[in-house]
C-alpha cells in the first residue's frame, strides 16, 4: 500500500502536478514570510505564566504603571569632571530629546535632578544622567532600535562619551545584535550546506534540488507560522525565528540526503527512474518520518511549559519540521523523477552498476567491530560517561546583562560607568504592591532589605491597594538583584495582612529562571517518554529503543559536558542561561535520536533478510556515508547559531553541533553497531525476530532480496 501510494506521487503526471502546488504555496506564503518579523513579541515580561509574582504585579498596576513604558538612561561622562557649559548643552539636549518620538513625560537631566533633590550627577563630577521614558504601545521592540538612533544623534560631549543605557539601551543592544537575523543567519546557514552539499555529492547539480525543497520549507513554514502568530495568539521572538531557520535548513538537508542516497541506490537497480523512486521513497518515508515525528512530538512536549517563550516555541519547530517532512516526501522526489538521471552528473547511476559503500569506509569500520563489539561498546561508553563529567562545571544561575553578550554592548559600558562612579541604575526598580493599610509596615520591612534604595512615596492603586517603588542597587539581570528581590518578598511577606507582591525588571528575570528550572524538571521525562513509544512504534520492539534512548542521553551528557568546558576555559564564558540545558537536551535528543532512526531502520530491514549481525553491517555500510553528511549539515547549521553575539544561542549552537557531531561519528556508528552485533536478534524482543530459533553466533542463511525487480 505504502509502495502504491509513493508510486501515485511520482508518477510521469502526479509529479508535475506536486511540482505545481508547491510553486502556489511558495509563492502565496513568501509575502507572509517576510513579515514574520512585525509580528516578534521580545518583551521579557510577557513571557511568563500568569501564576508569576511578577506577572501579577503588572497587572495590578495596568491602570497605574504603563507596562510598556521603558526606563532609558543617557549616560555623559568626562575624565576630570564635567564644566558648566557641559551641563548647560546636557540641559539643552534633554529638551530636544522630549521631542523624540516615543520619549513620554518628563526628560529629566542632571541639573533638573539636582533641583528636586536627586542623585544624577556623581559625586566626583564626571558623571551626569539624563533619565527618560520610551512608550511605543506593545510594538516597543520593533520601534525602539529608531528611537536610540535618534537619541544617540542628540546627546553629544564634545571631548568626552556618551552612552545609552538603562532598560531602554539594552532593549536597543539587544534588539540590534538580532536585526537582520532572519535573512543574515538564514542566507549564511544555506551558503554552509551548499558548501557541504557539493562534497557530499561531488555533482555540480544535484545540491540544488535539496536547497530549493529547503527553501520552500522554510518560506511555506514561515508564511504558517506568521498567519498563526498574527491571528491565533502564537507566541513568536527573535530566538524562535533564528532556530526556525536554522532547523527547518538542517533537518530538511538531513531528510533529503537520506532520501536521495535511498534513490540512488534504486536507480542501481530499476531501469525506470519512476519506479526506482517509488521504492526509495517507500523504504526511506517511514524513517523520514519517524524522524520527523520524534522532532515534532518532542517540540510540542515544550507546550507544557510555564515559561511563554518556551511554550511557544514548541509549536513554531513544530510547524516548521512538520512542513519541511511533508516538502521532502513530495517535492524533492518529484523533482529528482523530472530532473531524471542526468542530475547525478558526473557520477550517474546506472542500473546494474556496482554500489560502492559495500567496500567503502562504513564498511571497514563495520568490519573492525565485529571480531569484539562488547570490547568496543564497553570503552565507548565509558569514554562517554567519562566526558559527562564535564556537567559538573555547568552554571546555570543566570547571566548578568554585561555576561548575557559574547561582544561588549553600549549600554553594558554605560552601566559600567554607572558603578564605577557611584551611581545607581535609576531604571532598575523593585515595585511592590500591598494592602493600603498595612503599606507603612511594608515600607518599614523593605527599609532593612540590603541592596534597595530608599521607597518612594505610596502611590494609590486602588482604594484597597498601593503601590511603592525602590531602587534595586545591582545589574538588572544578575545574581546579586535576584537576591536583592528575594529578600524585598521575604520581608514584605512576612507583613500580616498586607497581601504584598514584589514584581519589576528583576523580579521578571527571577522569576522566568524559576519557571525555566521548572519546565527542564517536565519537560525533560516527558520527551524521553514520547520519543521512547515513537521508537518502539518503529521498530516493533522494546530492546532496541530502550538502549537508543539510553544511548542518545549518554551523548547528551557527554555533549553537555565537553561544551561546557569549551565555555568555562576556551570561550570565558560565565555561566549559561537558565534554559539552556532544556533546549539543550530537547535538541539532542529529538535531533539525535534521528541518526539512530536513520541506522536502526535499515538495519531492521535487512535482518528481516541476513539475520541481524549481518544486518548490522549491511546498515552501517549503507547509511554511514549518508548520515555522516547529515550529521556535518546539522552540526554546520546549528553552529551558525554561534555567529550571533548571543551568549545563550552560541551555547546552544555549539553544544548542538558537537552534541550531533557525537551521535554520528560516536553513537551510531561505533556504539549501536557494537550492540547490535553484540546482542544479535535479542535486540529486537519481543518481536517475531528476536525469537528465531539460531544459534546467534551464525549468520542466518540469505535471502533473496524481494526488492530486486520490483
Not at 84 to 104: F, H, R, T, Y
Not at 122 to 141: H, Q
Not at 629 to 643: H, I, K, N, Q, R
Request: hydrophobic letters at 50%; a negative charge.
Amino acid at each position: 500500500m505504502r509502495q502504491h501510494i509513493a508510486g501515485s506521487l511520482t508518477g510521469r503526471v502526479t509529479s508535475w502536478l506536486v511540482l505545481l502546488a508547491w510553486i502556489a504555496a511558495f509563492v502565496v506564503s513568501a509575502g507572509l514570510s517576510a513579515k514574520l518579523t512585525d509580528v516578534q513579541d521580545n518583551e521579557a515580561a510577557s513571557w511568563l505564566p500568569e501564576s508569576a509574582e511578577s506577572t501579577r504585579v503588572s497587572e495590578e498596576l495596568a491602570g497605574t504603571v504603563d507596562p510598556n513604558d521603558i526606563p532609558t538612561l543617557v549616560v555623559y561622562q568626562r575624565d576630570g569632571g564635567l564644566t558648566d557649559a557641559d551641563l548647560g548643552a546636557i540641559e539643552q539636549q534633554a529638551a530636544a530629546m522630549a521631542d523624540v518620538d516615543g520619549v513620554s513625560g518628563k526628560v529629566v537631566d542632571a541639573r533638573t535632578a539636582e533641583a528636586a533633590g536627586f542623585d544624577s550627577l556623581s559625586p566626583d563630577g564626571e558623571v551626569a544622567v539624563t533619565t527618560l521614558t520610551l512608550n511605543f504601545g506593545d510594538d516597543g521592540w520593533n520601534a525602539i532600535p529608531d528611537a536610540a538612533e535618534e537619541l544617540r544623534s542628540i546627546a553629544a560631549l564634545d571631548g568626552g562619551t556618551v552612552h545609552l543605557a538603562g532598560y531602554g539601551g539594552q532593549a536597543a543592544d539587544s534588539a540590534e545584535a538580532f536585526e537582520g537575523i532572519d535573512t543574515n543567519l538564514v542566507v549564511v546557514t544555506f551558503a554552509v550546506v551548499i558548501v557541504i552539499l557539493l562534497l557530499t555529492y561531488r555533482s555540480p547539480t544535484l545540491w540544488l534540488l535539496p536547497i530549493l525543497s529547503a527553501a520552500v520549507a522554510y518560506t511555506v513554514s514561515g508564511g504558517v507560522v506568521y498567519l498563526l502568530a498574527a491571528h491565533a495568539g502564537l507566541t513568536v521572538n527573535a530566538q524562535s525565528q533564528a532556530i526556525l531557520g536554522i532547523l527547518v535548513i538542517g533537518a530538511g538537508t538531513d531528510y533529503a540526503l537520506l532520501l536521495v542516497a535511498r534513490y540512488r541506490e534504486e536507480l542501481r537497480r530499476h531501469d525506470d527512474r519512476h519506479a526506482a523512486m517509488a521504492v526509495a521513497l517507500h523504504r526511506a518515508a517511514p524513517a523520514i518520518l519517524a524522524s520527523a515525528a520524534t522532532v515534532v512530538v518532542s517540540m510540542l512536549c515544550l507546550g507544557v511549559a510555564e515559561l511563554n517563550s518556551t511554550a511557544g516555541l514548541g509549536p513554531v519547530l513544530a510547524i516548521g519540521v512538520s512542513v519541511t517532512f511533508l516538502v521532502m516526501v513530495t517535492l524533492l522526489p518529484a523533482l529528482l523523477v523530472i530532473t531524471g538521471r542526468w542530475v547525478f552528473w558526473p557520477r550517474r547511476p546506472l542500473a546494474g552498476s556496482r554500489e560502492p559503500t559495500a567496500t567503502g569506509l562504513w564498511a571497514r569500520v563495520g568490519r573492525a567491530i565485529e571480531p569484539r563489539p562488547r570490547r568496543v561498546w564497553v570503552l565507548t561508553a565509558a569514554a562517554l560517561a567519562v566526558a559527562c563529567l564535564g556537567v559538573l562545571r555547568l552554571d546555570t544561575s543566570g547571566l548578568s546583562t554585561e555576561d548575557t553578550y559574547t561582544e561588549e554592548l553600549d549600554s553594558v559600558r554605560g552601566q559600567r560607568v554607572l558603578v564605577e562612579h557611584g551611581l545607581l541604575d535609576s531604571s532598575n526598580t523593585a515595585q511592590v504592591v500591598a494592602d493600603t493599610d498595612q503599606i507603612d509596615e511594608v515600607l518599614a520591612a523593605m527599609a532593612d532589605v540590603e541592596g534597595l534604595g530608599r521607597p518612594s512615596e505610596p502611590r494609590p492603586v486602588s482604594d484597597e491597594r498601593a503601590y511603592v517603588e525602590a531602587t534595586v542597587d545591582h545589574d538588572i539581570s544578575s545574581g546579586a538583584a535576584f537576591d536583592v528581590v528575594t529578600s524585598t518578598r521575604t520581608a514584605v511577606h512576612d507583613v500580616g495582612g498586607a497581601d504584598a507582591l514584589v514584581g519589576g525588571g528583576s523580579a521578571v528575570y527571577l522569576d522566568t529562571q524559576v519557571a525555566s528550572d521548572r519546565d527542564s524538571r517536565v519537560i525533560m521525562p516527558l520527551v524521553l517518554v514520547v520519543v521512547l513509544l515513537i521508537l518502539i512504534g518503529l521498530l516493533r520492539a522494546v530492546a532496541a529503543p530502550l538502549l537508543l534512548i539510553a544511548t542518545v542521553v549518554l551523548s547528551f551528557g557527554a555533549a553537555l559536558g565537553i561544551s561546557t568546558l569549551l565555555f568555562d576555559y576556551v570561550f570565558g564564558f560565565a555561566g549559561a542561561d537558565p534554559g539552556f540545558p532544556l533546549f539543550a537536551f530537547v535538541f539532542l535528543v529529538a535531533l539525535g535520536i534521528d541518526y539512530n532512526i536513520f541506522l536502526m531502520t535499515r538495519v531492521r530491514e535487512e535482518s528481516v533478510l541476513h539475520g541481524t549481525r549481518q544486518g548490522a553491517l549491511i546498515g552501517l555500510r549503507s547509511t554511514g556515508g549518508v548520515i555522516t553528511s547529515a550529521g556535518l549539515v546539522l552540526a554546520a547549521t546549528f553552529l551558525m547559531l554561534a555567529t550571533i553575539p548571543f551568549v545563550f544561542l552560541v551555547e546552544l549552537g555549539v553544544a548542538v553541533a558537537l552534541g550531533v557531531l557525537l551521535d554520528t561519528m560516536v553513537v551510531r556508528s561505533v556504539l549501536v553497531t557494537a550492540l547490535n552485533l553484540d546482542l544479535g536478534d535479542r535486540i529486537w524482543w519481543p518481536s517475531a525476530l528476536a525469537r528465531r530459533d539460531r544459534d546467534r553466533d551464525t549468520p542466518a542463511p540469505v535471502r533473496e532480496d524481494p526488492r530486486v525487480g520490483v
